[in-house]
């Protein structure tokens, strides 16, 4: 099956620096790729898409500035916590798909950050 | 309204039995997408199985099954003979095409909790 590869698996670091999250698909080009955050048992909130080549689609409530993401090539998608507070602490997920009803996401196997 | 609805936030089953997750979805398009992800405490999502909108058969894959009935807009997940193994949590998914107004859409459930019982 399809891999997306995300990297780092964990980070812990000190309130104010900015974290950057990368999201790979291995062995397939993504048309798009999705960027989700989820709090411990509850579903996943979609944060973003992005498409390769423009500016990511944020969703309502998600700070642009805040949470920059630069989808580089149909294989790279970034994302990079500005400044992060305690309060970002989450984990993050992203997946990659292509276009079609019919395609599944194939999700990383996340990022936990922890920012004290 | 919730695009996705899983009724069931935990479920309990024995070992080796058949356990079914509830899932009903809402949407005006003809052509959808259902999936169903498995995420277990190490928090990857696995991507478990697939029943497009125009199938007229029920989607399987080895040990899950999808029970589609599509005038009553359910996707219901059927896992046979459990195992302490598939104790996660389970969403479910529906990815519309996208539309003038909307981008690559997928809606996820809230999820069911399973835990397999020895």
């Known amino acids: 099956g399809a891999v997306v590869s995300q990297h780092p698996s964990r980070v812990i670091c000190k309130s104010g620096t900015s974290v950057k999250i990368e999201c790979r698909s291995l062995?397939?080009?993504?048309?798009?790729m999705f960027w989700y955050r989820q709090f411990p048992k509850q579903s996943l909130m979609l944060m973003a898409t992005?498409?390769?080549?423009?500016?990511?689609?944020?969703e309502q409530g998600v700070e642009k500035d805040k949470f920059l993401i630069n989808h580089a090539s149909l294989t790279l998608s970034t994302l990079t916590v500005t400044s992060a507070h305690p309060e970002d602490s989450s984990f993050y997920i992203c997946?990659?798909?292509?276009?079609?009803?019919?395609?599944?996401?194939?999700f990383g196997d996340g990022t936990r950050l922890s920012i004290l | 309204a919730q695009k996705i609805t899983q009724t069931q936030p935990g479920m309990f089953v024995q070992e080796k039995e058949a356990v079914t997750l509830d899932c009903t979805y809402d949407t005006s398009d003809q052509s959808y997408g259902l999936f169903w992800y498995k995420q277990p405490s190490s928090g990857e999502m696995i991507f478990l199985i697939y029943?497009?909108?125009?199938?007229?058969q029920n989607a399987t894959e080895g040990r899950y099954s999808l029970n589609f009935q599509k005038a009553r807009k359910s996707a219901n997940l059927v896992i046979s003979a459990s195992q302490l193994g598939d104790s996660a949590m389970y969403f479910c998914a529906m990815r519309e095409l996208p539309s003038a107004n909307t981008g690559n859409q997928f809606y996820f459930g809230t999820g069911t909790s399973l835990t397999v019982i020895p």
């Open positions: 029943q497009g909108s125009y199938d007229e």
């Open positions: 997946s990659a798909s292509v276009d079609a009803s019919n395609q599944p996401q194939h």
């Open positions: 992005s498409n390769e080549g423009s500016k990511a689609t944020y």
């Open positions: 062995d397939f080009q993504a048309t798009t």
